[in-house]
Nanobody
């Protein structure tokens, strides 16, 4: 029942910070206590890579390989959460997804948004 939608610019310059938001409908990022709100990405020709997530209490957990560049935050009053990926390179070009995690894994997905890193 939870619906998610990614938004943000489709183009980011190298060395800059990629910034996306995920709006949540029919669910609450604070009161859905068993949910984690997550970000993943899929570069062209590659598999899905999980980036990190945030619990309903605001705790974050990141993929160790990208932790130094990744930040997930939220706006509880507006019921959305964000992704910031710093110091981007063309290798960060991917389709970025937000999704819920509960039970056995990732469940509710946004449609994905293409982000291209290019000057």
């Amino acid at each position: 029942q939870v619906q998610l939608q990614e938004s943000g610019p489709g183009l980011t310059k190298p060395s800059q910070t990629l910034s996306l938001s995920c709006t949540v409908s029919f669910g609450s990022i604070t009161t859905n206590e068993n949910y984690w709100w997550s970000w993943s990405r899929q570069p062209p020709g590659k598999g899905l890579e999980w980036l990190g997530g945030m619990s309903s209490s605001g705790t974050t957990y990141y993929n160790p390989s990208l932790k130094s560049r990744t930040s997930i935050s939220r706006d509880t009053s507006k019921n959305y959460f964000t992704l910031r990926l710093s110091s981007v390179t063309p290798e960060d070009t991917a389709v970025y997804y937000c999704a819920t995690w509960y039970g056995s894994g990732l469940r509710d997905w946004g449609q994905g948004t293409q982000v291209t890193v290019s000057s």
